[in-house]
C-alpha cells in the first residue's frame, strides 16, 4: 500500500492515542501497587504526594495481611472453594444438557430451549430468587454462592451449537465400533470442543472469583466471606462491621498507613486473575460472544 | 419429560416383548403421564390445604382442605375450625369457591380416567386429541377458576369480625393450586407432543433425559420457581408471619405504586438516565479505539496494547473501586497532589461523571474485541482503491472504514437498547453510591436496599417483575429488528 505523508500523521496519531490509553489503563493499577509497598514514613513525609514506586519499600502490609490474621486466609480459600466447586460442577451440568440438547430429534427439544431462551430473558428477581434460596435451605453456606449459578442457559445454548456443528459422522464410526455414549462425550465430542470450553470455563472463573454482591445478600456468616466481599467490607465506611476489618491491625503497630494496607489487600485479590490472564487469552474472542448477553 | 423417562424406566425392565408394544403405541406413554399427572394432582387436592383462612390484622392462619369444603357445603357453608389459635372458629366459605374446587377435581378424575383408558389403547388415533384436549381444558378451567378466586369482588365471605369482604381478603388460594395447574399443563402439552415417531426416541434417548436431569431441577427450582413467585409476590401484600402463599392477594396494587409514587418514578428515571449514559459510553469510544488500534501498524506494539487494555475488565467491582478510592478519597492521590480536600465520593454532584469514567476504564479495552474482529475481516483492497482514488486517511475511516463495521455497530447497538432496563449497574452503584444518595437509587439497588432489607418484599417482587417483562419485550423486539437489519441474531 502507498503511504503518503497524511498517512504517517494518521497512523502516529492513532498509535499516540492507542498508546495513551493503554498507559490510562495502566497506571491505575501500577499506582495500587506503589502504595501497596509504601511506607508510613515516606506516606507522611511526602504528605501523600507518591504517584511513583515507594524509594524505600517495604512489604510489611503483605507479611501482616498474611501473616498474623487468619482472616484474609480464610476468605482466599472460600473463595478458591466456591470458585473450583462453581466451575467444575457448573461445566459438568452444562456439558451434559448440551450434549443431550445437541441431539437431533430428542423428543421435547424444542420446548426445553424455549424454556431456557426464558430463562435467558427473563429472570425472577432479586427477591424472589432470596426466598427460593432461602426456602432450600441454602442461607449461610457457600452452597447459596454455587447452586443457583451452576446451570447457565447461555452457555448450553453454545456448547449446544458447537456440538451439533461436530459431523455426525465421527460419532457413527465410533457407535459401530461400540464405544459407548460416554465413551463418544469424552473422546470425540469434550475433545473437539476444547476451544468453547476453556472460553466459557474462564468466564465462570472470573465470575466466580469477582462476585461480591450474592455474598452481601446470602452470607451473613463472617467465616464465609470470599476475599472480593471482605475487600468490599474494608472500604465500607459504615461502621458497626469493624471487628473484621484491617484496621486493628494498623493498631497493632505496622509501620504502615490504612491506605497502604487496603492497597494490599487488593493486590491481593486481584492477583489470582492476573496470574491466570495470560493462559485465556488467545480464547478472548470466543469470550465476547459468551459475555456479550451475561453483561 | 422426566415423568417420562421414569414411567418408561419402570416399564421397560420387564419382558422384551413389553418394549416393542411400547415402541409401537404412542398411547402408552401419553396415557402413562397423562394418568401419573392425574394421580398426583387428585392426591395433592385431596390431602393438601386448597385454602389458607387469614386475617391481616391479627396475623391468623388456618388451612381448609378440599374435605372441609364438602363439609362446608353439605352444611350450608359453615366450616369450623378447632385447633386455632384463637381456639374454636367458624366461619363462612362462600359455595361459589366450593363449587369451583369441586369442578376441578371431577375434571382431574376425568383426565385420570382418560389417560388410563387412552393406555389401553381403546380409543385407537382419536386418543391424542381426546387427552390433550381434556388436559388443557383442565388447564383453562383451573386457570380461569384461579384469577376468580384471587381477584374476583362478585364472590363474598365474611371475615373474622363479621365483616363481608371479597372472598380473595380472607381466603388464600394455597400452593397446591398451583401445581396442579402446571401438572394440567405439562400433562395435556405431553398427549399432544407424544406421536408415534418420538415414542421409539424417548426410548433410545432414556440416557440423555437423564444427563438433562441435573440442568432441569436446577432451572426448575432456580429459574423458574422464583419466576412464579414474582408473579404471584408482585400480586400480594407480603407479611412475613403469614410466609409467601399465606399472605393476601391484592390484585394489582403493587402495580398501580409503581406508577404513582413519585419515588418510583424518580427511580426508574434513574434508571433510564443512567443506562443511556452508559450505553453511549460503552459504544462509541469502543468503536473509535478499535478503528485507531487497527490502523496504528506496528503490529507487536499493538499485541502488547491489546494485552494491557483488556485487563481491567477481569477486575470485579470491588477492585475498580478500591482503586478509585485510592485516587479520589480525601487523602487519595488527586487530593494530596492538588493539595486540597475534594470529598470527590461523597459529592452527589460526581456521583455519575465517577461512574461513567470507571466505567469507560473498565471495559472500553474489552469493548473494542468485536470491532477488532470484524475490522479484520473487512477487505484490505477497498482500501488500496480508495487511496489510489485519492481519498485521505480520514475520508477513508469514514468512507470505508466505519461502513464495512457497521452490522457489527448496529448489532451491539440494539442489544444495548435492548438491555437498557438492565443496564443501570447495579454493582458498581452500589459501591459508588449510597442509600441516602438519591442518583444511586435505580431499580436495582432499590429493590436491594428498601425492597429486600426493609422487607417490602411484594413492592420489591413488582418493581422487579415490571422491569424484567418489559426488557424480555425490549430485547424480544431489538433481537427481531437486528435480524432484520443486519442478519445478525442472538440466538
Known amino acids: 500500500m502507498i503511504k503518503g505523508k497524511s498517512d504517517k500523521a494518521y497512523q502516529g496519531i492513532c498509535a499516540a492515542v492507542a498508546i495513551l490509553f493503554a498507559l490510562i489503563c495502566l497506571y491505575p493499577l501500577l499506582y495500587t501497587v506503589f502504595l501497596s509497598f509504601c511506607t508510613e514514613k515516606e506516606w507522611i513525609d511526602s504528605s501523600g504526594a507518591i504517584w511513583y514506586f515507594p524509594k524505600r519499600p517495604t512489604a510489611a502490609a503483605y507479611a501482616k495481611i498474611l501473616g498474623s490474621t487468619g482472616v484474609v486466609l480464610r476468605a482466599l480459600l472460600v473463595s478458591f472453594e466456591r470458585t473450583i466447586l462453581g466451575t467444575v460442577l457448573g461445566l459438568i451440568v452444562n456439558v451434559l444438557a448440551a450434549y443431550a440438547l445437541s441431539r437431533r ?27 427460593t434460596i432461602q426456602s432450600t ?50 473422546y470425540i465430542i469434550l475433545p473437539m470442543s476444547k476451544a468453547v470450553l476453556s472460553a466459557i470455563c474462564m468466564f465462570t472463573i472470573v465470575g466466580h472469583w469477582n462476585s461480591w454482591f450474592d455474598v452481601s ?54 492477583l489470582p486473575m492476573l496470574i491466570i490472564y495470560p493462559f485465556f487469552q488467545k480464547y478472548f474472542t470466543q469470550g465476547v460472544y459468551i459475555g456479550a448477553v451475561k453483561g | 419429560m422426566t415423568q417420562a423417562d421414569v ?10 416383548k413389553f418394549s416393542e408394544v411400547f415402541d409401537s403405541s404412542p398411547n402408552i406413554l401419553r396415557g402413562g403421564i397423562a394418568t401419573v399427572c392425574a394421580l398426583a394432582a387428585i392426591v395433592l387436592l385431596l ?107 362478585g364472590m363474598r365471605s365474611t371475615n373474622i369480625f363479621g365483616v363481608e369482604t371479597a372472598f ?40 440423555m433425559y437423564l ?6 431441577a436446577l432451572v426448575a427450582i432456580y429459574n423458574l420457581y422464583p419466576m412464579l413467585l414474582s408473579f404471584c409476590l408482585s400480586l400480594k401484600n407480603y407479611v412475613i408471619a403469614d410466609g409467601i402463599w399465606g399472605s393476601a392477594w391484592i390484585g394489582f396494587r403493587n402495580f398501580k405504586t409503581i406508577f404513582v409514587d413519585p419515588d418510583m418514578l424518580r427511580i426508574i428515571g434513574n ?36 494485552t494491557i487494555i483488556y485487563i481491567p475488565h477481569f477486575f470485579s467491582w470491588v477492585v475498580v473501586y478500591a482503586i478509585a478510592y485510592a485516587f479520589v478519597n480525601p487523602d487519595g492521590l488527586i487530593n494530596n497532589l492538588i493539595r486540597g480536600d475534594v470529598h470527590i465520593l461523597a459529592n452527589e454532584g460526581a456521583f455519575i461523571p465517577l461512574l461513567l469514567i470507571t466505567d469507560l476504564w473498565k471495559e472500553c479495552g474489552w469493548g473494542t474485541i468485536l470491532y477488532m474482529a470484524a475490522l479484520t475481516n473487512v477487505d484490505p483492497s477497498l482500501h488500496e482503491a480508495a487511496a489510489i482514488d485519492g481519498a485521505g486517511p480520514v475520508k477513508r475511516l469514514f468512507h470505508v472504514t466505519l461502513p464495512s463495521i457497521t452490522p457489527t455497530i448496529v448489532f451491539t447497538t440494539v442489544m444495548a437498547v435492548g438491555n437498557l432496563l438492565k443496564g443501570a449497574g447495579y454493582e458498581q452503584i452500589m459501591l459508588f453510591g449510597s442509600e441516602i444518595m438519591k442518583n444511586a437509587q435505580v431499580i436495582d439497588t432499590w429493590v436491594v436496599w428498601k425492597g429486600l432489607q426493609s422487607l417490602q418484599y411484594g413492592l420489591g417482587a413488582a418493581v422487579s417483575f415490571f422491569q424484567s417483562f418489559i426488557g424480555m419485550l425490549m430485547v424480544i423486539g431489538c433481537n427481531a429488528l437486528s435480524k432484520k437489519w443486519v442478519g445478525v441474531s442472538l440466538y
Open chain 1, 105 to 131: 430429534n430428542l423428543p421435547g427439544k424444542g420446548v426445553l430451549l424455549k424454556v431456557m431462551l426464558l430463562t435467558i430473558l427473563f429472570n425472577g428477581g432479586l427477591i424472589p430468587t432470596y426466598l
Open chain 1, 137 to 186: 435451605g441454602l442461607i449461610d453456606t457457600v452452597w447459596a454462592l454455587i447452586v443457583p449459578g451452576l446451570f447457565s442457559a447461555w452457555n448450553v445454548l453454545i456448547l449446544k451449537q458447537f456440538m451439533e456443528g461436530i459431523p455426525r459422522e465421527l460419532e457413527e464410526a465410533a457407535e459401530v465400533d461400540g464405544v459407548s455414549v460416554f465413551g463418544k462425550l469424552f
Open chain 1, 217 to 270: 445478600i446470602y452470607i451473613k456468616d463472617q467465616k464465609l466471606w470470599t476475599l472480593q466481599y471482605y475487600v468490599k467490607v474494608n472500604f465500607d465506611n459504615t461502621s458497626g462491621l469493624d471487628q473484621g476489618k484491617l484496621d486493628f491491625l494498623i493498631s497493632q503497630g505496622a509501620a504502615v498507613s490504612s491506605i497502604t494496607m487496603k492497597m494490599a489487600l487488593t493486590v491481593i485479590s486481584v
Open chain 2, 7 to 16: 414411567l418408561h424406566g419402570s416399564v421397560a425392565g420387564g419382558k422384551r
Open chain 2, 47 to 153: 390431602a393438601a390445604p386448597i385454602f389458607t383462612f387469614g386475617d391481616e390484622s391479627i396475623s391468623l392462619s388456618c388451612n381448609v382442605g378440599f374435605f372441609g369444603l364438602m363439609k362446608a357445603l353439605l352444611g350450608g357453608g359453615s366450616y369450623s375450625f378447632t385447633d386455632s389459635e384463637f381456639g374454636a372458629l367458624t366461619v363462612k366459605v362462600p359455595a361459589g369457591a366450593t363449587i369451583l374446587i369441586l369442578t376441578t377435581v371431577i375434571l382431574w378424575l376425568a383426565f385420570l380416567a382418560v389417560g388410563i383408558v387412552s393406555i389401553f389403547g381403546k380409543w385407537g388415533s382419536a386418543d391424542k386429541a381426546v387427552v390433550g384436549a381434556v388436559g388443557l381444558g383442565a388447564f383453562c378451567w383451573q386457570c380461569i377458576a384461579f384469577v376468580i378466586l384471587i381477584a374476583s369482588k
Open chain 2, 168 to 207: 380473595y381478603r380472607t381466603f388464600s388460594v394455597t400452593a397446591t393450586y398451583l401445581v396442579c395447574i402446571l401438572l394440567a399443563l405439562i400433562g395435556g402439552c405431553c398427549a399432544l407432543g407424544i406421536n408415534s415417531r418420538n415414542v421409539k426416541n424417548v426410548r433410545r434417548y432414556k440416557l
Open chain 2, 211 to 216: 444427563f438433562l436431569l441435573p440442568a432441569a
Open chain 2, 271 to 306: 434508571t433510564l438516565l443512567i443506562s443511556v449514559l452508559r450505553m453511549v459510553i460503552s459504544i462509541i469510544p469502543p468503536i473509535f479505539l478499535a478503528i485507531m488500534l487497527f490502523d496504528m501498524g506496528a503490529h507487536k506494539v499493538r499485541k502488547g496494547i491489546q
